[in-house]
């Protein structure tokens, strides 16, 4: 059983920016697309980004794309999320998620999850 804990959440003013970590337990996460998704109070889940295993290859939302960066340190069981240009709107928990499949894995479909870090974006 892989457990992943996320880290970096933290209070931000708008136009700022912050790095999320997600770090699996066991080292096996090079066999996983990583993904990063995200969800605000009242509001369904959505997907934010994924990296394949490789780390080659990154996926994004229109909503974050130039302005998140996916990215994954397998040697470290790591992956991270740099998120610049911070806006109001990107206020939620953040969570990341691994998954067999890019197709599945934006789809929410996970076979691991975290649980969670906050980032709250000001005005």
């Known amino acids: 059983q892989v457990q992943l804990v996320e880290s970096g959440g933290g209070l931000v003013q708008a136009g700022g920016s912050l790095r999320l970590s997600c770090t699996a337990s066991e080292r096996t996460i090079n066999d996983y697309v990583m993904g990063w998704f995200r969800q605000a109070p009242g509001k369904e889940r959505e997907f934010v980004a994924a990296?394949?295993?490789?780390?080659?290859?990154?996926f994004y939302a229109d909503s974050v794309k130039g302005r998140f960066t996916i990215s994954r340190d397998n040697a470290e069981n790591t992956g991270y999320l740099q998120m610049n240009s911070l806006k109001p709107e990107d206020t939620a928990a953040y969570y990341c998620?691994?998954?067999?499949?890019?197709?599945?894995?934006?789809?929410?479909?996970?076979?691991?999850w975290g649980q969670g870090t906050q980032v709250t974006v000001s005005s």
């Open positions: 998620a691994l998954s067999t499949t890019t197709s599945s894995l934006r789809l929410g479909i996970s076979d691991y």
């Open positions: 990296i394949s295993r490789s780390g080659a290859v990154g």
